[in-house]
């Protein structure tokens, strides 16, 4: 991966739209990245982080920490990187979420996040898990991987060289695609536990065959069938007892069948003489019922036949209901028209009175509007210089609000410089101890060490004989032997004072480079903050310059308070001149419209009275002639007629229907009598009491047998089913248990798990051989960086056996033959280190055959604490790699670096707020 152009906008101390043409800095060589501090040296190297994947280099800033302070609310906040990848060129821009400048009305709202990614084919990916997934698909490597192997920011040094096996084997399994060989551990291990659950499964499934054996309590194979179940005999016997119990069972169900046949056959013969006898009773029973209904049906038919002549003499007064309905109903459409006369006799009386109501009115209007009309021209001759009053206030107004904006601004930066000067006197003293406690440190390390370096020349002089070489020097003769000291540190004493000592020192050089930018920040702070005072204030005591500004704010808000509500004040009288404009020729024109209506009103009025004269004459006439008020009680009068006449003629047909049904039931009652007479011809009863009593008993009988029989049939069905199974699972458990055998044994060892020996697993055993080949590439430049003193190993044997191993780091030191950890080196000697490793890494990395293509690396400060041999010989390993096609970028504030690197990155501070960036080359 290189890039080809970065554009930040709003983005950290970039207040405004800043680009970097990396294509100026060529495809290989090194370049430098050097600036004031705070500048935004480091934030080139979030930006491109953040671009491809969302977040930055670092760990101690956050997303919501990108817009910049020095942004005006209508700037964007963007990064934009165009990069190229195997000849590709993908583009991806990324915003986070900030509050904006809203689009309509005042004030801010938020921009929410947002992403796009376009291919080389010009395709573009907008959904932010989609483009995640496809970078980590372009690059090869995640966010953590990238900043460790492409991308070392500030404090990450030490953490690519001291990583445990178990970070490196997840560093490692995405670079060099070792992930399958995991898939296979787990698979192993998965299917051991599969298959040793399948064997712990079956013996309980063969238990439980074993518990559902059933066996007749007075069987003699009862006692065997207990043995069984308490595991006291093994399978074989098992299945053959079973086997047993079943041929039993089997003789015992057809001796029970043979008694329920002859059962059977006993209650067919008494079933056949109790349906006789119940067949005589119905019939006797159905003809004395029968005899009673002819009975009654008699009677009822002489009532029915008196009801229906009663009836029938009724016809006469309905003939003469009809001839009544028929006369009443031949006037009804004379009220109609009596309804329509009187309805529009309403609607023009109706309709009079509202016309003399709108005379009346549309007078009162006219006088009305004349007021009116007189009255608004009178207030419009007042209101003619309200425009150019409003334009006076708002001037006045413009000139206070640019004032208010200059003080607002200076209030706020002498705040600031007061906040900053508090902050720098803090990291000042922090400084101190910070520095204190590192001096106290190396001393005692200079003391100790010098005793440890005393005992080892003691322990060497014991060794001295007389013409015998020294070791050292090679002399024969030996006239002055050191002295071993009493009280000497151990070697691991020392190793974990130096680094408690680089520690200290770390922390002293990070309180340092703070107070010195805080100083810097409160100089430039201090020195604009005097520039506006005397802008805005003239020559004041600084101490009197936050009261007095304060002061000079309250009386400026009041003032444009005061104009604003001036200008209010105006805008209504402005609006009011114009609404009267708007509303004179409207009441003019009014005043004409409503006296033209009043002659068509007064018209109306004499027409309606003349038509409602002729109504009332007609109404009179009609009334004299109608026998009823209206059509509605003529109407009335006709429906009950007409439901009299319907009904006498239901009362008739229905007196018919009731004679007619008695003659049917009883024609039907002395058909049924001749047929049961027929039935009880030549029979006799029968003592069903006592032939129940037998079949009840025999019913009995046969329940108890089929009883017998059911429970005799569930034991045979039940034992055969179990027989069979336990048959089946023997046979499946001897299969399983030899499979599982040789699979745990091959989990075991591809996840590292067996006992007693070091915890590597197959994909860490794989993941090694890579390992062994990165450290050699790295030893190729550590050499050089440390004078030929150190070579990194990996560390052969694990310290314990608990967790997983391989991939730790031990370090050669040549000059006195120990081995040892890295962890153990000093500051400078764990840099160079660490600088060797990521480098080696870089190269297998693109070596590897389909691997991963990184043509540029990034470098974040570090180089500080190396003194000027060591920083040379960096300077020459890292050109080495450089002059390669590969592009090493530098932070650092190194003043040899910047007399030595040609191309560079010089990135300043705005005294306005903000920071710029050049490129030279």
């Known amino acids: 991966m290189r890039p080809i152009k970065l554009t930040v906008s709003a983005f950290g101390p970039y207040a405004g739209k800043t680009e970097f043409d990396f294509d100026k800095l060529g495809t290989g060589g090194l370049y430098l990245i050097t600036g004031d501090t705070g500048a935004g040296k480091t934030t080139i190297f979030d930006a491109i982080t953040y671009a491809l994947y969302g977040d930055p280099s670092g760990n101690n800033r956050e997303v919501s920490m990108f817009r910049s302070k020095y942004a005006s609310d209508e700037t964007p906040t963007f990064v934009k990187l165009i990069f190229n990848y195997k000849g590709k060129e993908y583009t991806i821009k990324r915003n986070p979420e900030y509050e904006r400048a809203a689009q309509r009305g005042s004030g801010l709202t938020k921009q929410t996040a947002a992403v796009e990614l376009i291919l080389p084919d010009g395709k573009p990916i907008t959904k932010t898990r989609e483009v995640d997934k496809e970078i980590n698909n372009i690059i090869g490597i995640n966010r953590d991987q990238f900043c460790q192997i492409a991308m070392i920011a500030q404090g990450d040094f030490l953490k690519l060289l001291i990583s445990p096996t178990k970070d490196r084997i997840e560093i490692f399994r995405h670079i060099f695609k070792t992930k399958l060989y995991s898939d296979l551990q787990s698979r192993l291990k998965l299917e051991a536990a599969s298959l040793d659950n399948s064997c712990s499964k079956i013996k309980q499934s063969i238990s439980q065959y074993i518990s559902g054996i059933s066996c007749d309590e007075s069987s003699l194979l009862s006692t065997e069938v207990t043995k069984v179940k308490n595991s006291e005999l093994p399978i074989d016997e098992c299945i053959e007892l079973i086997e047993k119990l079943i041929s039993e069972d089997t003789a015992a169900e057809e001796k029970a069948s043979d008694s329920i046949s002859e059962i059977e056959k006993q209650l067919d013969v008494l079933k056949i003489n109790i349906e006789r006898g119940e067949n005589y009773l119905k019939a006797k029973s159905a003809f004395e019922q029968n005899e009673i209904k002819i009975s009654r049906f008699t009677e009822d038919k002489l009532s029915l036949t008196k009801a229906l002549e009663e009836e029938q003499k009724k016809i006469s007064l309905q003939e003469k209901l009809t001839k009544d309905s028929a006369t009443i109903e031949s006037q009804l459409p004379e009220y109609d028209e009596l309804s329509k006369k009187e309805s529009a006799f309403k609607n023009n009386a109706a309709n009079i009175e509202k016309n003399n109501a709108q005379l009346i009115k549309t ?495 990034f470098i974040d400060e570090g180089f500080g604490s190396l003194d000027e041999d060591s920083l040379s010989q960096a300077m020459n390993a890292l050109a080495s790699l450089a002059s390669s096609n590969k592009l090493i970028g530098i932070i650092s504030h190194v003043g040899e670096f910047k007399q030595k690197i040609d191309k560079q990155i010089v990135v300043k501070k705005d005294k306005t707020g903000g920071s710029r960036a050049e490129i030279i080359v």
């Not at 000042?428 to 440890?452: H, Q």
């Open 363 to 857: 007078r009162k209007d006219i006088e009305d509007l004349k007021a009116e009309i007189e009255r608004l021209s009178e207030e419009s001759k007042t209101l003619q210089k309200s425009g150019e009053q409003k334009i006076l206030f708002e001037n006045q107004k413009s000139v206070y609000k640019d004032s208010l904006s200059k003080l607002n601004t200076l209030l706020k930066s002498m705040e600031s410089l007061i906040q900053i000067a508090a902050e720098y006197k803090e990291a000042t003293v922090i400084y101190e101890k910070k520095k204190a406690a590192a001096n106290e440190l190396d001393l005692s390390f200079k003391v100790k060490n010098n005793l440890y370096l005393d005992a080892q020349a003691g322990l060497l002089a014991e060794t001295l004989v007389d013409n015998m070489p020294c070791p050292v020097c090679g002399s024969l003769s030996h006239p002055q032997k050191a002295v071993k000291p009493t009280d000497v540190p151990k070697k691991d004493e020392l190793d974990a004072l130096q680094s408690k000592l680089s520690k200290a020192n770390a922390e002293a050089t990070d309180a340092s480079l703070r107070a010195g930018n805080l100083r810097g920040i409160k100089k430039e702070k201090t020195d604009a903050t005097v520039s506006s005072i005397k802008e805005l204030l003239g020559d004041i005591d600084m101490n009197n310059a936050t009261d007095i500004t304060r002061s000079k704010i309250a009386e400026l808000e009041s003032n444009i308070k005061v104009l604003d509500q001036n200008i209010r004040a105006e805008e209504k009288n402005i609006a009011r001149k114009e609404a009267i404009e708007v509303r004179l020729p409207q009441s003019r024109s009014k005043v004409e419209e409503l006296q033209s209506s009043i002659t068509a009103i007064s018209n109306t009025i004499s027409t309606l009275t003349s038509e409602n004269n002729s109504l009332n004459a007609r109404i009179i006439d009609l009334k004299s002639k109608l026998p009823f008020a209206s059509k509605l009680e003529a109407t009335r009068e006709i429906q009950k007629h007409q439901e009299m006449i319907l009904k006498i003629k239901k009362d008739i047909e229905l007196a018919t229907k009731r004679l007619n049904e008695c003659n049917e039931n009883l024609a039907s009652a002395n058909a049924t009598k001749t047929e049961l007479s027929k039935q009880m011809e030549n029979k006799q009863e029968i003592d069903l009491e006592a032939e129940n009593r037998k079949l009840n008993e025999l019913t009995i009988n046969k329940i108890q047998l089929n009883k017998n029989k059911e429970n005799i049939h569930s034991r045979i069905v039940n034992n055969q089913s179990n027989h069979d199974n336990i048959k089946l699972k023997s046979s499946e458990l001897i299969d399983i248990e030899k499979k599982y055998t040789w699979v745990k044994a091959l989990s075991d060892t591809a996840n590292g798990s067996i006992t007693g020996k070091d915890k590597i697993m197959l994909e860490t055993y794989i993941q090694m051989h890579y390992f062994d080949r990165i450290i050699s590439r790295a030893n190729s430049r550590l050499m050089i960086m440390t004078d030929g003193q150190y070579d990194l190993i990996r560390r052969e044997e694990s310290l314990s056996k608990v967790g997983q191993s391989g991939l730790d780091l031990d370090v050669i030191d040549h000059y006195n033959g120990t081995t040892r950890s890295v962890k153990s080196l000093s500051g400078g000697e764990s840099f160079k280190a660490s600088l060797a490793l990521a480098l080696g890494l870089s190269d297998e990395i693109q070596s590897s055959a389909g691997g991963i293509q990184l043509d540029t690396m």
